[in-house]
Each structure stands twice: as C-alpha cells, then as structure tokens.
C-alpha cells in the first residue's frame, strides 16, 4: 500500500519538478541578456533587488523588435549587409551559414521541417522506429542513388533535439496516420504514451510515391 501512494507521489511530482528545473535554466540563460545593459541601469542596482525573468523579458523584446525591424525594406538591407561581412570572415561563415539553413528550415513560418511520421527499420532489419520525413536527397547526392530515396530524421529517445539523418528507399518507409506532435510525445516518453489509434481505411494504402514526393 505505501509503495503505491508513493509512487502515484512521484508520478505527479517527478514530471513538475522536471518542468519547473528546464524552465528555470531557460531563464537564467535568458537572464544573461541583462549584460547587454550599462550596469548603472540593471533593475538589481535601480531597485536594490534582482527581478527573477528580467532578462527573459528583455531577450523577448529584443527578439520582437528585430523582427519588426528586419520586416521591412530598411532592416532587409542591415541584414543583407551583415550577412555579407560574416561571408567575408572564413570559420564564421561556414558556422553562420550552416546555422541558418537549419533554423530557416525549423523556424520559418513556410517551412515544413518534419513534413510526416514514418516507421522505418533502424539501425537493422526488423527493428522498428519512428522517423520524420524532411525531403528528398538533392545536390550530388541524388546522382548517386538509383531509385525513388526520401531523406528522414531518426530522432533519439528522450531527447528528440539529436538523432540521425538518413536517405532511405521510399518503398521502405511506411507512412504513419499520426501527427508530428504525436510522434514527438510517443518517443519523448519512450514509448509509454501512445498516440490514439485511428482506424484504418479498408481498401486504400498509402503508396511510396506520395511519401517520395514529399507531399503533405
């Protein structure tokens, strides 16, 4: 009896708690913004205390209103000319560069990242595992792989930030009837909550094709 109270304990406790440390250390890292300000204006010398997400308010603003600046013709051009000085330095803009393909890809509006949940085998055959279709193979890479290949992403467990990418045949993935967000919280709690079923349409399969296509 009392390791069943304790438990159902910890089950309420252990998932706030775990939220409760990543907000705090999203906050404090946020809070470094403060150092941007002249020391004679930080709210701790202002008021004679420190204001806990002062800096995370701080980093929003920023954060808004470079995006608001950026929108138009002027802030267009600032930043075209600051990318044209990073290109000029060697390290930094291949960093720079790389960085901003893949946030441009996750972050923008438009894009369309993780386009589906797959099933794949990985990292053999007859173990299975959830992936996420990001495109096609492109550049050089195509000329060299004969058939339909799509490009997928095997994300890690619980950690879904790191993973693998691979190019594997469209005939061997198969399309799940699942969304992205779905898939994401089936492999963040590793497999112990599972999205609800949906049933299967009788007669109708989804084909390669469509998956390699890279259709939505």
Do not use: C
């Amino acid at each position: 009896m009392f390791k069943r109270y304790f438990i159902t304990g910890l089950l309420i406790w252990v998932p706030l708690a775990i939220t409760a440390w990543v907000l705090s250390m999203i906050i404090r890292a946020m809070d470094q913004s403060l150092l941007l300000l002249p020391e004679a204006i930080h709210p701790i010398n202002l008021l004679g205390f420190h204001i806990p997400g002062a800096g995370t308010a701080l980093t929003l603003a920023i954060i808004l209103i470079t995006g608001l600046l950026a929108a138009n013709f002027i802030g267009q051009k600032l930043v075209s000319w600051w990318e044209q000085i990073l290109a000029r330095i060697p390290v930094v803009n291949s960093l720079y560069n790389a960085v901003k393909q893949v946030s441009d890809t996750i972050l923008s509006p438009n894009g369309n990242a993780f386009r589906k949940a797959l099933l794949v085998q990985y990292p053999r055959q007859g173990s299975w595992t959830i992936a996420f279709l990001t495109g096609q193979p492109g550049g050089d890479v195509a000329n060299h792989l004969d058939g339909k290949y799509v490009s997928v992403y095997v994300p890690t467990t619980p950690n879904p930030t790191s993973g693998f990418f691979l190019m594997m045949p469209a005939e061997d993935v198969v399309e799940l009837k699942m969304s992205v967000d779905e898939a994401l919280k089936y492999i963040v709690s590793m497999g112990v909550v599972p999205p609800s079923p949906k049933p299967r349409r009788r007669g109708k399969t989804e084909s390669p094709q469509s998956i390699s296509s890279g259709t939505p």
